[in-house]
């Protein structure tokens, strides 16, 4: 992983983490959920 | 997300792969304490990403009461790790782990393991009460958590999973403790 892919990922991470502190759970994880279960049955 | 003293409230929606935990560890829990550590403590508290496997730590228990749990689970899930409850058994005394997933299923699975390390007996005993909805879960203490993946296991993965707890957690961890966990696991490294 290059340097400037590793800052992209570490400022998406703390931008969702923001995201996630910020609004109410039902709002993130209803995103999280549309990602994992389209992964997982 | 609510902090509460003796407990975190999650208000999710839940997820195929909470499901899967809230439902093994429904009959998990009839049978024997439990930690859920690693990945899956992680994603539970939001993080944008899925793992094949959950992990977990039960105390050490005895032939017969592995083999009762064994029976209770063998009711909606299959042990991927096949053999008789002896080689189950031998599997886990040996420091190894037995997984299980879904009937008709591989991935994900759950992992489970004897306590054995120091971290390990940590987790359980500073276990945390997550309350999902009407269910409650145990999960390792999150600073132990963050010390864990940054120390010890350090993959980008495990540096972005320690990274997520930071910021969510941000204002209700504390900073001791992870340099304490720290100390903790490179110790036994």
Redesign the interface.
């Known amino acids: 992983?290059t340097k400037e892919n590793?800052q992209d990922?570490?400022w998406m991470?703390?931008h969702?983490?923001?995201f996630?502190?910020e609004h109410?759970?039902?709002e993130?994880?209803?995103?999280?959920?549309e990602?994992?279960?389209s992964?997982?049955? | 997300m609510e902090f509460k003293k003796d407990k975190i409230v999650l208000d999710k929606v839940i997820n195929n792969l909470d499901k899967l935990v809230l439902d093994f560890v429904r009959i998990l829990e009839k049978k024997t304490d439990y930690v859920l550590v690693s990945g899956y403590v992680s994603i539970l508290f939001g993080r944008s990403r899925i793992s094949e496997d959950i992990d977990m730590f039960v105390p050490k228990m005895k032939k017969p009461g592995f083999a009762s749990l064994n029976k209770s689970l063998a009711k909606e899930f299959w042990c991927i790790n096949g053999g008789d409850i002896q080689e189950l058994f031998d599997l886990l005394l040996k420091k190894h782990s037995v997984r299980y997933a879904r009937k008709g299923q591989v991935i994900p699975n759950i992992e489970v393991k004897f306590a054995r390390e120091p971290s390990d007996f940590e987790s359980l005993r500073g276990k945390i009460k997550v309350e999902v909805g009407k269910r409650n879960l145990f999960v390792s203490p999150i600073e132990l958590q963050i010390a864990y993946k940054e120390k010890i296991l350090k993959s980008p993965k495990d540096r972005e999973d320690a990274l997520h707890l930071r910021e969510v957690f941000k204002g209700n961890i504390s900073g001791e403790k992870i340099k304490y966990y720290e100390r903790l696991v490179m110790r036994h490294d």
Do not use: C, F, G, T
Not at chain 1, 28 to 33: D, E, I, L, T
């Open positions: 992983m590793s990922r570490e991470v703390r969702w983490a923001k996630i502190r109410p759970d039902k993130w994880s209803k995103q999280q959920k990602l994992i279960n992964l997982i049955s």
